[in-house]
Each structure stands twice: as C-alpha cells, then as structure tokens.
C-alpha cells in the first residue's frame, strides 16, 4: 500500500483543513485506513480510522465531535475534515495503513503497516 498526504498548513485557531490523502496498491479492501499525528516532543497520536470495504469510522477522543474521516473508493482518496482548530491540533500529520485483523492496534498502540510521509498542520491562537 502507498500514502501520499497533502492538505496541510497554517490557520488560526477555529478554523478548519482537510488533509487528503491518496491511496493505491492491491485488494485495499483488506485494509483499515487511518490518521495519526505527532507534536515535536510529544508521542504519536491516533486520530482516526475508517475501514476501507465499508467505512466502519473511529475517532480519538481529543478529536470526536470535530475532526471527521472519510473515504471516496471511487478516487481512492481518504480525508480528514478538521473543524474547530486549536492550537493544540499542530503536529504532522501522518495516513497509514493496517490490515484489517491488526487494525485495532492503530489505536491502542498507533502503529500500522505502512505509512505516506507526513503534512504539517499549524493553528495559531
């Protein structure tokens, strides 16, 4: 599986982003695909899931209510809506990918299969 994120940048705080990211590879429907981000001195963070065969979606708790995930299996894109920013939200933001029998792994333990480079996010209070 190869991820390749965009979307990032810099707003203030309130404000909202969506983070793409673009899928490709073989029998994807074997796989959960996700979220995960890290500040500088911070440890990684599990944001989001989402099923790539029926878009079965979880979300961290710092994020529930206003971050949401998707997917477009028609483009093979997954997103991350990011609404109601703060400044606790700056980190780089990474999509990964897991194997459906491991997936509950992302978020106990926020490590999966296979990982795109990151994209950094920036909310300004």
């Known amino acids: 599986v190869q991820l390749q994120a965009s979307g990032g940048g810099s707003v203030q705080a309130g404000g909202s982003l969506r983070l793409s990211c673009a899928v490709s590879g073989e029998s994807l429907n074997k796989y959960a695909m996700g979220w995960f981000r890290q500040a500088p001195g911070k440890e990684r963070e599990f944001v989001a899931r989402i099923t790539w065969d029926d878009g079965r979606a979880v979300h961290g708790d710092s994020v529930q209510g206003r971050f949401t995930i998707s997917r477009d299996n028609a483009k093979n894109i997954m997103y991350l809506q990011m609404n109601s920013l703060k400044p606790e939200d700056t980190a780089v933001y990474y999509c990964?990918?897991?194997?459906?029998?491991?997936?509950?792994?992302?978020?106990?333990?926020?490590?999966?299969?296979?990982y795109g480079q990151g994209t950094q996010v920036t909310v300004s209070s």
């Open positions: 990964v990918a897991d194997n459906k029998v491991t997936m509950l792994r992302m978020r106990s333990w926020r490590t999966a299969d296979y």
